[in-house]
């Protein structure tokens, strides 16, 4: 009776796992220039009407900080016209390493910026046929 009561249990678990991971926003989060980058600081969210429609990550790794902004699928399947994504490391200087990636791409990577003593935060940018939005990571020092 146990077992069919834990394995009923762990079934539950994995269908509403995916079942969140389903609504949750998928990312890669993959550096395709440092293959070993840990996020560092709280993610921000761009918003359109309310809703997340893109994440904003920091990540260091490489002896560099890396931007990251993820276009998020709930916006990218319901919007038909072009969009930009584009992420930078932003200090008390201003913002650095400003890279955008190319037309309807659910991602972009800053280039890495050489910025691991200043206080950094990661800005991310979305640019659309009608709008545009910003948000910044968590600063980290």
């Not at 009776?1 to 079942?19: D, E, F, H, S």
């Not at 319901?78 to 037309?103: E, F, P, R, V």
């Not at 991602?107 to 800005?123: D, I, P, R």
């Amino acid at each position: 009776m146990y077992r069919k009561i834990a394995g009923a249990a762990g079934i539950a678990a994995l269908v509403v796992g995916t079942l969140f991971g389903i609504a949750s926003p998928a990312n890669a989060e993959t550096n395709p220039y440092c293959s070993s980058v840990t996020q560092i600081g709280t993610t921000g969210y761009i918003k359109s009407g309310g809703a997340n429609i893109a994440s904003v990550k920091q990540f260091k790794g490489c002896n560099k900080n890396w931007a990251y902004t993820y276009v998020w699928e709930s916006f990218r399947n319901s919007h038909g016209g072009d969009w930009w994504a584009c992420s930078g490391i932003s200090t008390s200087s201003g913002l650095q390493d400003y890279k955008c990636g190319g037309n309807r791409k659910a991602e972009a990577w800053s280039s890495g910026a050489s910025t691991l003593n200043v206080c950094t935060k990661a800005y991310g940018q979305l640019q659309w046929s009608n709008g545009e939005g910003y948000a910044v990571s968590s600063q980290r020092c």
